[in-house]
């Protein structure tokens, strides 16, 4: 069975600073995976994919994530945080696109600083 | 476009009772997925739904069930209510079986 570990449960950054969260998946083919982000008392908001092809993936919010096959991981990155992208980020993966059920990884409750 | 909508958002019941969500997809999407997520365990998947047929079910116990009707929209039904089932449940809709999934803003259960 596949599973997702983000090994950061907090993280705390300046705002207008880099980011770089996580994550890191165990799946014995290549996965369909995913960059969620859940704001308080809300679902969850897709912020990112990848299916297939280049393995650098743009998403909303300038976010963007890195598909790296050898290293089992596809870490999400900002280039310059804003205060409201404090929230939790869920990382998944599914193996049929989501319909078999996707898993998530614990989260990452990410915390601006001003 | 409106989005996944669940009904009702808050709910409050008492152990014993049994509860019923309800989930209202994508208009075009034809598959439902069911989520609980808890500060223990985190988000796990519960069963997904594709053309009134449940295709996948996650490791939960039977007490977990649920059904999608003809125009997509989907219930979850949970029985013998205990006191762990206390979580927040989001509903996601896709438009095919492989597609992104979508979520609603979910329902939060609190059982007392």
């Known amino acids: 069975a596949q599973s997702v570990t983000q090994p950061d449960i907090h993280i705390t950054v300046s705002e207008g600073a880099s980011l770089e969260l996580r994550c890191n998946y165990s799946?014995?083919?290549?996965?369909?995976l995913f960059w969620y982000v859940q704001s308080p008392g809300q679902g969850l908001q897709l912020l990112l994919k990848?299916?297939?092809?280049?393995?650098l993936v743009q998403g909303i919010k300038g976010f963007e994530a890195e598909f790296k096959r050898s290293q089992s991981s596809f870490n999400l990155r900002k280039p310059s945080v804003h205060w409201s992208d404090a929230a939790e980020y869920f990382c998944?993966?599914?193996?049929?696109?989501?319909?078999?059920?996707?898993?998530f990884g614990k989260g990452t409750h990410l915390i601006i600083q001003p | 476009k409106a989005g996944v909508t669940q009904t009702p958002r808050y709910l409050i019941k008492t152990r014993g009772q049994q509860v019923t969500l309800s989930c209202s997809p994508i208009?075009?999407?034809?598959?439902v997925s069911w989520y609980q997520q808890t500060p223990g365990q985190g988000l796990q998947f519960l069963f997904e739904?594709?053309?009134?047929?449940?295709?996948n079910k996650g490791n939960f116990p039977g007490r977990f069930s649920g059904r999608q009707f003809s125009n997509s929209r989907s219930e979850m039904n949970v029985s013998t209510l205990e006191l762990g089932d206390s979580a927040l449940y989001l509903c996601?809709?896709?438009?095919?079986?492989?597609?992104?999934?979508?979520f609603g803003p979910g329902t939060r259960l609190t059982v007392l």
């Open positions: 996601a809709s896709s438009f095919g079986t492989r597609g992104e999934q979508f």
């Open positions: 799946y014995g083919a290549t996965p369909y």
């Open positions: 990848y299916f297939s092809g280049d393995t």
């Open positions: 998944a993966v599914g193996i049929g696109g989501g319909a078999d059920g996707l898993t």
């Open positions: 208009s075009g999407h034809r598959s």
């Open positions: 739904y594709f053309s009134e047929t449940q295709r």
